[in-house]
């Protein structure tokens, strides 16, 4: 038999087939990063200092830009420092702790955007008991609950991963470490936990997306009763922009985990969106469509110095 070390660290390969591409792939990425950073503080400021978006619409907003802003700060300050020219080496805890963040926080969202899409159900469906139901215990608790459901779910997906060992190569083919690409690397028998793995990844989201769809359901049979041509336009808008937010958030991990013969540009790519571009454009999706978030978001750009004057 051979005599196999235990591996320690892991080196990244990156997104494949972009050899020579490093310095642009930097900036884009970087100026991404950013704009991801800026909306999602911008969005959480508005909040804050306005007591009219004090709501529980709003409170969830709030608990979604915070998870937009950590979730591409799981990979990208790794993949922006080995994108300038530094090292691709990453330990095996690190390893560890970015596929364990990344799902805590994917997973949080998922059950977040079921969350908002019940608190959506709730504000337009009985609309008079809606204080009464989205209480601050209740809020606080559901908010809660998300992380405590991701934490879980995480756990479980990152012991699964790393009980396998590890003793043979250690370059990973992605620009993170995730649960398919670290599966290749094991030195061992991952069919059966492929399976579970599969079953786990694909069922919670399925879980929560078949939760959404009811809720919009009932949604959209509410707002074809409103008489009112006004009323049903406003309706329509409060929920469009989480649709639309709900959309680029799961057609990625359909592409991604759920997909018989996987395609690592394809998936690299889909999940680069993932990681970057959909936080960066939850903040404008949320902002453009809604006066009052637009409205405390000009006075915050006026304080701040970026406005010469209130609008």
Request: charged share 10%.
């Amino acid at each position: 038999m051979r005599n196999l070390s235990m591996v320690t660290e892991f080196i990244l390969l990156g997104i494949p087939h972009t050899e020579d591409l490093e310095t642009m792939l930097f900036v884009l990425f970087l100026c991404f990063y950013i704009f991801t950073l800026m909306g999602n503080l911008l969005i959480l400021l508005a909040i804050i200092s306005s007591t009219r978006l004090h709501t529980p619409m709003y409170f969830f907003l709030c608990q979604l830009s915070v998870c937009d802003i950590f979730f591409p700060s799981v990979s990208s300050p790794k993949m922006l420092f080995y994108l300038s020219g530094n090292s691709r080496v990453i330990s095996y805890a690190g390893c560890v702790s970015q596929l364990f963040f990344y799902h805590f926080l994917g997973c949080t969202e998922c059950f977040l955007y079921t969350v908002m899409a019940y608190d959506r159900f709730v504000a337009i469906c009985y609309p008079l008991r809606y204080t009464v139901i989205m209480s601050h215990r209740v809020c606080a608790i559901l908010a809660m609950g998300t992380s405590f459901f991701g934490c879980i779910q995480a756990t479980f997906l990152t012991a699964l991963t790393f009980q396998l060992p590890y003793c043979g190569a250690n370059e990973v083919d992605y620009f993170f470490c995730d649960i398919p690409v670290m599966l290749k690397l094991a030195c061992a028998d991952t069919s059966a936990l492929e399976m579970v793995g599969f079953i786990s990844v694909g069922l919670m989201p399925l879980s929560c997306f078949l939760l959404i769809l009811t809720s919009y359901s009932r949604i959209v049979y509410s707002i074809l009763q409103i008489r009112s041509a006004e009323g049903r336009r406003r309706a329509f808008s409060t929920c469009s922009a989480h649709l639309t937010a709900i959309l680029l958030f799961y057609m990625p991990v359909v592409l991604i985990y759920l997909r018989p013969t996987p395609s690592p540009w394809l998936d690299a790519t889909v999940q680069v969106l993932n990681n970057l571009v959909t936080p960066m454009l939850n903040p404008l999706i949320y902002s453009l469509r809604n006066k009052e978030v637009k409205s405390s978001l000009r006075k915050v750009l006026y304080h701040l110095g970026f406005l010469p004057e209130q609008l």
